[in-house]
């Protein structure tokens, strides 16, 4: 039986009917039609799917639609400032060669844009550790580890200056 | 998916009415239930999913040790600076399940309905004497895993908090299986007092004790009182993961890992 589902995506209100089996993957792709979030595995093992759930990170491939009903989305579209400029984390995987066909990006940088959220100072071994959720067959991950350090030293700095300017 | 309905319940007593409808089932975290429906391997009627039910989430302090609700996800018991001061083991054993975004969403009540046979908190509930609360009773939780994926819940029976005692010492090693992270063999080890408990998940169908380690460690509480004490291969684990014989082995090794580590 169809179902209205009513979330906030990236700051918008969206409301849509759905199955009850729909999976917040589809909804955000097909019923939103923001196919940033990528399918890699379908079967909880890749984070190629990873959105932030209400701050926190989730595999939307292993997620209803339902189950998020109310809550606040935000994907990889949501990032970017509204002129367009990356988010301190993107530019971070641009410049330090953080990915190369990128089909794992979109994961990748919301699984690291959670990860600096829950703590500031990250180490090597946490980065790696807290990406475990998230495979890259094409890079061998150095230098996502890396684009994931400097992203969460921008983010950082973006952070103590909006306090200073405060 | 085959299709079905959905209920998000906002008492208990909902809950247990939505759930007797025939084929009805439980939504927790999902994290294994909706793999599982992908799959099509099974075929619910109606979920009743228990994130809107009150009373079943958080950790609060009881007398001599923890009550942790049932819908309480694994990130926040990780977190949780009370687990963190009270049973470190405990926050030490969530944190290592799965990864961050599994974390995020399964759940304590999700984890031990479901019983699989390398999962890491049965080791918690069995070494920790444990006792469950359902919407009905109280079940001990000696008495609660009854094997592979089998539990003494009844048809319909909802778990809604699990209180864990306090040890004086405690710690849970495990031998992680590299890919999905869930227990080859993970290790329990707690003391109570002059009492030691041993409890073993991944290595069985089911979580076990060990009485021989846990004389061993009662009379003397250190590592090298296991030395040349080890559980018999039979009836243990075999996949292309690890053998049975090496299942044998890592018990030894991750208890007495895990006795190092509780100091
Ligand atoms: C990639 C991946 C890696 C994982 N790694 C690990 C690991 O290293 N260690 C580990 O232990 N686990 C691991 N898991 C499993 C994870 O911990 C799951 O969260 C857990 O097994 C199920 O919890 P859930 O809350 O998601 O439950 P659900 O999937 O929602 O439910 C599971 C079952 O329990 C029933 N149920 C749920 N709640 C209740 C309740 N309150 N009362 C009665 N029945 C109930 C449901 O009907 C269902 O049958 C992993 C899972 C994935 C996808
Ligand atoms: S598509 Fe969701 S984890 Fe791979
Ligand atoms: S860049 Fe290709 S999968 Fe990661």
Aim: with cysteine.
């Amino acid at each position: 039986m169809p179902c209205t589902v009513t979330m906030t995506v990236n700051g918008k209100t969206v409301s849509r009917e759905v199955e009850e089996r729909t999976l917040l993957v589809t909804f955000l792709r097909e019923h939103v039609g923001l196919t940033g979030t990528h399918v890699g595995c379908d079967t909880s093992q890749c984070g190629a799917c990873v959105v932030h759930v209400d701050g926190r990170s989730v595999k939307s491939c292993a997620t209803l639609a339902l189950q998020v009903d109310g809550a606040t989305v935000t994907t990889i579209e949501g990032l970017a400032a509204a002129d367009g400029a990356l988010h301190p984390m993107q530019a971070a995987f641009r410049e330090h060669h953080g990915l190369q066909c990128g089909f794992c990006t979109p994961g990748m940088v919301m699984s690291a844009v959670d990860l600096v959220n829950s703590n500031p100072s990250l180490s090597e071994q946490d980065i790696r550790e807290g990406l475990e959720g998230n495979i890259c067959r094409c890079t061998g991950y150095h230098n996502i580890v890396k684009a994931v350090q400097a992203g969460a030293e921008a983010m950082n700095a973006d952070q103590a200056a909006k306090i200073a300017a405060e | 998916m085959y299709a079905f309905s959905y209920q998000r319940p906002t008492s208990l007593a909902e809950a247990v009415a939505a759930i007797q409808a025939d084929e009805a089932k439980l939504l927790s975290g999902g994290q294994t239930l909706l793999p599982t429906l992908k799959q099509r391997l099974a075929q619910p009627s109606v979920l009743v999913d228990l994130s809107a039910v009150p009373d079943m989430k958080g950790v609060a302090a009881v007398d001599g040790g923890l009550t942790v609700g049932a819908f309480t996800r694994h990130a926040e018991v990780a977190h949780s600076d009370l687990v963190k001061a009270t049973i470190p083991a405990l926050a030490h054993l969530a944190e290592g399940i799965g990864d961050r975004q599994v974390r995020n969403m399964g759940t304590l009540g999700g984890s031990i309905a479901n019983a699989d046979p390398s999962a890491d908190y049965p080791s918690a509930v069995v070494a920790l004497k444990a006792t469950l609360t359902t919407d009905r009773r109280a079940i001990a939780g000696d008495d609660f895993f009854t094997g592979m994926f089998e539990t003494a819940l009844e048809p319909g029976e909802i778990v809604t908090s699990v209180r864990f005692a306090t040890p004086d010492k405690a710690a849970y090693a495990k031998f992680r299986n590299p890919a999905s992270r869930y227990a080859i063999v993970g290790v329990f080890v707690a003391k109570f007092g002059a009492e030691v408990r041993v409890a073993v998940t991944g290595a069985a169908g089911s979580v076990f004790r060990v009485p021989a380690f846990e004389a061993a460690l009662a009379a003397n509480f250190k590592a090298e009182a296991l030395n040349g004490l080890s559980v018999s291969a039979d009836d243990l684990n075999a996949d292309l993961h690890a053998s049975a014989d090496y299942r044998a082995h890592l018990v030894t090794v991750m208890a007495k890992r895990a006795v190092e580590a509780a100091g």
